[in-house]
């Protein structure tokens, strides 16, 4: 399975940006999709996830109100919709496809977002 993720960017404190992920190379309708973040100096961690049939969903609380994550199984695609961006919210995010059948997570290759003045 590959995943590349794409969007990230500099923006503005209270600004949006929308992350993407496409995947090929698996059955992208039976994986929990996810994102992650890794800032400099801290671990990576959840950001947000979504159920293989879109139906359920967690998001951070540290992002609730201010993310969501949606997917498209047609186009094999999972999204990260970010608003009223942070300057803690910068960091490296990566997209993470989990296949329960095999127990096995997937990983982009990550994308920089920089919230700044």
Same mark, same amino acid.
């Not at 940006?17 to 994986?31: E, Q, R, T, V």
């Not at 919709?81 to 942070?86: A, D, P, Q, V, Y």
């Given at each position: 399975?590959? #995943? +590349?993720?794409?969007?990230?960017? #500099?923006? +503005?404190?209270?600004? %949006?940006?929308? #992350?993407?992920? @496409? ?11 996810? &994102?992650?973040?890794? @800032?400099?100096?801290? +671990?990576?961690?959840?950001? @947000?996830?979504? %159920?293989?049939?879109? =139906? ?23 999204? #990260?919709?970010?608003? %009223? ?5 910068? @960091? ?14 997937? &990983?982009? =290759? ?8």
């Amino acid at each position: 399975v590959q #995943l +590349q993720a794409f969007g990230g960017g #500099l923006v +503005q404190p209270g600004g %949006s940006l929308k #992350l993407s992920c @496409a995947a090929s190379g698996g059955i992208f309708s039976i994986y929990t999709m996810g &994102w992650y973040r890794q @800032a400099p100096g801290k +671990q990576r961690g959840l950001v @947000a996830r979504i %159920s293989s049939d879109g =139906q359920d969903y967690y998001v951070n609380s540290s992002v609730k109100g201010r993310f969501t994550i949606s997917r498209d199984n047609a186009k094999n695609t999972v999204s #990260l919709r970010m608003n %009223s961006l942070k300057p803690e919210d910068t @960091a490296v995010y990566y997209c993470n496809a989990f296949d329960s059948s095999v127990r096995t997570d997937y &990983w982009g =290759q990550g994308t920089l977002v920089t919230v700044s003045s």
